[in-house]
């Protein structure tokens, strides 16, 4: 009945473009999180810097150099698909708990939303899975306080509290 | 006074009622309400009605009596209101525009920057955060307001349904978790029910879980009982002392939940142009049909034509 799309041609597809539903997001703004965790762990500042150089060269291309989403990412393209939210903040990558943003790094949206189609590739086999942690833990460092409040506090992140 | 019973009852009453129910829609006359009334919204305020449309009314009883009432400038579309502040309405003005008042209509001022020049279909207040109001226009999709409707933004495009995006006719904020932070704004559509996490991340159907959770697979499928597949739905209400209680209008009848939209059964045989539920009592409605106001006190089981004064 329903037709799920999103994330419309990141350009890096094969070696970039990853986390639609993940990266982004500005350096200066509202308040930061002082203590970055991830899967119940702290992401120590050596990681998030690791993750700030992977994120430029897999993830900026569709979101955006600042997280800040692919231009009018709020309207559906041509293809029916969406184009990549923001991961600044501004979109809605922390309404979803760690392992749902690791899967749908990892394994494309798909592993998370059955049918959801999506221009988001999966990075399975591009990414190692601690260079997914760190783009995750760079990632959340800059979403404002009160979004990630919001995602600390999802069903999913009941296990990490 | 004409009413209307749903099940049980029996033949002679069934017919009664019905016999009723068609006078009250097709003699206009007999129930002292002029023709072409034709109220496109209604909506509980501080207690009160207010009925919109070709002319505006407003009742002080739940919607036994109306009384007439000025109108706002311009012809209303849609209509929502602050459910902390009694009188404080809003209301969507064909061609495009929205007409704010606070004192139950008496004086209306105009709102709406940011806002394309057309026509908003369906409007609503969120009932987590009621200064946030969501608006949707056809053709092009959800807009938002977080400042009581001063400035807007666009935020969502249309459903997706039966192959092509359609559009929203009404909008009901439902203050019940999504998983994903917030709570659920449900679309009536051209093509049947949809709803969002007020995150907007996706449109979706319907389902006992949170937005992500019944997607597991492996998981034994829920009970659904959803509305008729492929039916517009005009209108949809949801009480905010009950949020799981639900009332939705289709060509086929006004329809009730009370599990979220999950499980739907038929209310009421009726076409409703506009419904609205009490906020305090799931169980007390207000329906317009092309011709006539309806009000019912038992969830829908049975109407009562209304009387204009």
Redesign the interface.
Same mark, same amino acid.
């Given at each position: !009945?329903?037709? +799920?799309?999103?994330f419309p041609g990141c350009r890096k597809a094969t070696g970039g473009a990853l986390l639609a539903a993940i990266c982004s997001g500005a350096v200066s703004g509202p308040s930061l999180a002082e203590e970055v965790t991830f899967l119940g762990e702290t992401v120590p500042d050596a990681t998030i810097r690791q993750g700030e150089v992977l994120y430029g060269e897999y993830c900026a291309d569709c979101h955006g150099v600042n997280r800040e989403g692919a231009p009018n990412w709020?309207?559906?393209l041509e293809s *029916?698909r !969406?184009p990549a939210p923001p991961q600044d903040g501004t979109g809605?990558s +922390?309404?979803?708990s760690d392992p749902?943003l690791f899967a749908m790094t990892k394994l494309g949206i798909d592993a %998370? %939303?059955?049918g959801?189609e999506s221009d988001m590739p999966a990075f399975d086999g591009v990414l190692t899975d601690s260079d997914i942690v760190a783009i995750l833990g760079f990632v959340k460092k800059h979403w404002p306080e009160d979004k990630g409040a919001?995602?600390a *506090?999802?069903? *999913?992140m009941a296990a990490f509290r | 006074m004409s009413e209307y019973h749903s099940a049980p009852m029996s033949r002679r009453t069934f017919f009664g009622s019905a016999a009723g129910l068609w006078a009250a829609i097709h003699a206009p006359g007999l129930w002292a309400q002029p023709a072409g009334t034709a109220v496109t919204g209604l909506v509980f305020s501080g207690g009160d009605v207010l009925a919109f449309g070709n002319r505006s009314l407003r009742s002080s009883d739940r919607g036994a009596t109306w009384t007439t009432h000025p109108v706002p400038d311009g012809q209303p579309a849609a209509v929502t209101s602050h459910p902390a502040r009694p009188g404080r309405l809003f209301v969507s003005i064909e061609g495009g525009g929205v007409e704010v008042s606070e004192d139950f209509g008496q004086s209306w001022r105009r709102q709406g920057q940011g806002l394309p020049d057309r026509t908003l279909d369906a409007l609503a207040n969120s009932a987590k955060n009621p200064d946030t109001l969501y608006a949707a226009i056809g053709g092009d999709g959800l807009w938002r307001s977080e400042d009581a409707g001063e400035t807007w933004e666009f935020v969502m495009d249309r459903p997706f349904l039966s192959g092509s995006e359609q559009d929203v006719r009404t909008l009901a904020s439902v203050d019940l978790a999504s998983g994903m932070g917030g709570i659920w704004l449900y679309a009536g559509t051209s093509a049947g029910l949809q709803r969002v996490p007020d995150c907007f991340c996706r449109w979706q159907d319907v389902q006992p879980q949170g937005a992500l959770d019944a997607l597991v697979e492996g998981e034994k499928a829920p009970t659904v009982m959803p509305l008729p597949e492929g039916e517009p739905v005009n209108a949809l209400v949801s009480c905010a002392a009950s949020p799981e209680r639900l009332y939705a209008a289709l060509p086929s009848g006004v329809w009730a939940s009370a599990d979220g939209g999950v499980i739907w059964s038929k209310a009421a045989p009726f076409v409703a142009t506009a419904l609205a539920v009490d906020p305090s009592d799931a169980d007390t409605l207000v329906a317009a049909t092309p011709a006539d106001l309806f009000h019912s006190r038992d969830g829908g089981q049975s109407w009562v034509v209304s009387a204009i004064l």
């Open positions: !009945m329903n037709d +799920f799309r999103a709020r309207r559906r *029916g !969406m809605h +922390f309404t979803h749902d %998370v %939303v059955p959801y919001i995602q *506090g999802l069903p *999913g | -």
